[in-house]
């Protein structure tokens, strides 16, 4: 994350002597933000990844928010859809579909990684700049909303005839199962999605420490958060509240 500037730091005042924010009151400030379309920083497990990510509900992702996420976070901007929703859009996870002697998809925190295919919309030009981001993660999130509602009705051409690959914007398929089957950031973010009634697709983007080059701690995530008015939210509590 980038040193922020003194107008930045300056943000909501931060009270030391306030009370712990309980998981109930986090979990609502955070479905409400995402209801609203803005951001929320959840932090996922000590014992998984033990990252912060900033999470978005894909349909309000603009230029602006990609600028946010690559400045603030760091890490890699991906776009996660629901299982079904992948289904329908004929998407494999990315390393059964590779035939190499490098994949290897046995990661230590997990069972295994969510990487499905990296996409520009056909309609960007390199496909990396904000602009481009945010126009192929829209569109991902409207394609998801509409396959969604009718699975039979958009297939893989479907999608084909709106991204190509490889690109810019990487997908991430969601466990068949929710969080009943998988607690990482990319079901915490669409069952967050589901609870706020939006489309089945949430960017996520880790938080990294520029000093370190590690993950962000958590409580210097929680404090980034506070100074900008961002709500802060444990992966437990929204296990908790969403399972």
Excluded at 222 to 229: I, S, V
């Amino acid at each position: 994350m980038r040193a922020e500037s003194d107008a930045e730091a300056e943000g909501a005042p931060v009270d030391a002597d306030a009370a712990p924010e309980s998981d109930a009151d986090s979990v609502r400030r955070a479905l409400d933000a995402f209801r609203a379309g803005d951001p929320v920083c959840v932090h996922d497990f000590a014992d998984r990844e033990g990252e912060t990510d900033i999470v978005y509900p894909a349909g309000a992702v603009d230029e602006a928010a990609v600028a946010h996420m690559r400045n603030d976070a760091g890490g890699l901007i991906c776009v996660a859809v629901a299982d079904p929703v992948a289904d329908a859009f004929g998407l494999p996870f990315l390393a059964d579909a590779l035939d190499h002697p490098a994949v290897d998809d046995d990661p230590e925190y997990d069972d295994r990684s969510s990487f499905s295919l990296p996409v520009n919309h056909r309609e960007t030009f390199t496909g990396i700049t904000d602009e481009d981001r945010s126009r192929t993660i829209v569109e991902i999130a409207s394609a998801a909303a509409a396959a969604d509602a009718d699975p039979e009705e958009y297939g893989p051409e479907d999608f084909a005839a709106e991204f190509r690959a490889p690109g810019h914007v990487h997908v991430l398929r969601g466990a068949r199962d929710g969080l009943s089957g998988r607690t990482g950031h990319t079901e915490l973010g669409l069952a967050m999605a589901e609870a706020v009634d939006a489309a089945p697709a949430a960017v996520v983007c880790e938080m990294l420490d520029d000093e370190t080059g590690a993950a962000l701690a958590p409580a210097d995530a929680a404090a980034y958060a506070r100074r900008r008015g961002i709500p802060y939210v444990e992966g437990s509590a929204l296990v908790e509240a969403l399972k």
